[in-house]
């Protein structure tokens, strides 16, 4: 096993512990207190397998026959107190615990050290590789080190997360790895950023509109919405239940930054009526018909969009409070380990992924972008998509 540190107290795990020997700790751990001291229960949960990673060790447990709920192994407070007993012992002072509930057992995760705190720059695009828009998209890394790829077509995508969290990092990653698709004229880019321009300024080259102003904003999603009855009434008249992407009738895309601000931006009520309406016909028809929706958000409140609902999968980076993490997420997944407010500062791009049709709840971090990378890449798309 490769070599595992603190930042201080430097106590090092060697290549050549056993997966027994890093057993022996938490054993060490619990034999020096009580269960019930750590974790005050009324009688001891029942270890049903130990799992050695590269980053630590993954513990399932079983909660005591007494015990009236598995999420109880999984309380901010057990994790807590189970955290702070491995830190002393071990001495690894930068150990982390985080558990999820499967059924009637807990999984508890011990890391030693975090696989996600150093960033990962994004991959140079090679445009001579055929990407399919179809599949899902490599965007970053996950705990485990393998990749962390979103699906995007026949989805409507929710990206959550406090001022600074990184949802930049997500947006870019994901266009640099569709670029190929964009530049082959696959994929159609609709880009909505109220907030001057700060932000899709720089990648311009990607879309194929995009608007700065409410009323642009109003007049793109309303042609989405209007445009979605022709194709439908194409793919019927040709027998076709899916819609396939190609040059003719590409995916189209749209991706809004800050989708509070298509409320609180509207002019008046009866523009913020008249969005919110054909935002609603974009996700409740717009999958079927090749139409696919990644909406940024900073407040998980529903009044901030009140389309929230329709979104089929949810992507929630830092967020500032344990109640925004509810909020977003529901208590269940967080209670299943996607606490969002436990990510640090210091690792932006960092989140779970939460698909809604599935509840399959993954831990990654963003692809590093840097505003080179996005310049050049969307100079060599626009370069060879034909503008409309």
Known sequence: MEQLRASSGQRVVAEDESAAGLFDWLTVVLGFRRWSDTIKYYDSPRILKRQVTRHGLVLTVLRGERAKTSVDLAADDVLRRLEQAAREITGFYQLMVSARVSGAKTVW??????????????????????????????????????????????????????????KGSVLWSLLLGLAPAIRAGLVRLHGVDLKGGVEFSLGAGFFHEVAYTYEDAKKMIRQLSDGLDDRLDSMRESGVRKHVPTVEAPLELLIVDEAASLTYLAPDTKSAKEVDAALKRVLSTGRAAGVSVVAALQDPRKEALATRDLFTQIVALRLRSQDDAKLALGSALHEAGARCEQIAQSQPGTGFSIDAETAEI?????????????????????GGVERV
């Not at 310049?375 to 060599?380: D, Q, T």
């Open 109 to 166: 995760n011990f890391v030693f050290r975090d696989s996600l705190a150093v960033p990962t720059p994004v991959p140079a695009v090679d445009f001579s590789r055929r990407v399919d828009p179809e599949q899902p998209v490599v965007i970053g890394v996950k705990d485990s080190g393998e990749s962390f790829s979103l699906q995007v077509a026949g989805r409507h995508t929710l990206l959550v997360g406090a001022s600074g969290s990184g």
């Open 362 to 382: 993954q831990r990654f971090r963003a692809y590093w972008v840097s505003d080179e990378a996005v310049r050049e890449v969307a100079a060599r798309v626009q």
